[in-house]
């Protein structure tokens, strides 16, 4: 289970039981401490893969650091994992890649309170627009200056965001199904 969120300028939550995570030394995590200092939290390496952990205002500028000058200039994917004990409920990912002869993959995570806005990464990553709306769709999580924050896989009038911890994994939204698709569910 995930820890509790400690203040900024403190080590950061310890990981979950099972990730054990080494620190991550390399030029690349020294130009970043050098570029970003404590708007960092944290560099580490996870089963070979190299992440950090910023604070969420810094999000912005590091994405666009990375692209312009370190070349992780494709946004593979943005997600969210969810930590409904922890203060600062969500992880919001984004995995970039650098293509060769680099060939390398990096994550930036940042933590978010739930209802905490997010700063849109569609002004550095066009790509980020489709996939912050699944993020906001699948938790809630709303990303501030989007051109378009709607849902994109549910309905408008759906209920609820399904990826959150609390949403039962047979849970639906009985109302829309019933009003839209005329039937009772069977769950």
């Not at 650098?98 to 990464?121: M, Q, S, W, Y």
């Amino acid at each position: 289970m995930a820890e509790e969120q400690k203040p900024a300028g403190q080590a950061p939550p310890k990981p979950p039981p099972g990730m054990a995570t080494t620190p991550w030394e390399s030029r690349l995590a020294a130009s970043l401490k050098e570029q970003f200092g404590d708007r960092i939290r944290e560099f580490s390496t996870y089963a070979g893969q190299n992440f950090l952990v910023a604070e969420p205002e810094s999000a912005i500028s590091i994405l666009e650091f990375l692209k312009i000058e370190e070349e992780f200039e494709y946004l593979v994917d943005l997600t969210a994992v969810d930590y409904p004990k922890r203060e600062k409920r969500f992880d919001v990912v984004y995995v970039l890649y650098r293509f060769p002869p680099h060939n390398e993959r990096l994550r930036v995570k940042i933590l978010v309170a739930d209802g905490e806005k997010v700063p849109t990464a569609t002004g550095v990553h066009p790509g980020a627009n489709w996939l912050e709306r699944e993020v906001y769709d699948m938790f809630g999580i709303v990303f501030e200056g989007h051109p378009d924050m709607k849902r994109i896989l549910l309905p408008e009038d759906w209920q609820g965001h399904p990826l959150r911890k609390e949403y039962g994994i047979i849970q639906q939204d009985q109302r829309w199904v019933r009003e839209n698709l005329h039937i009772d569910s069977g769950q």
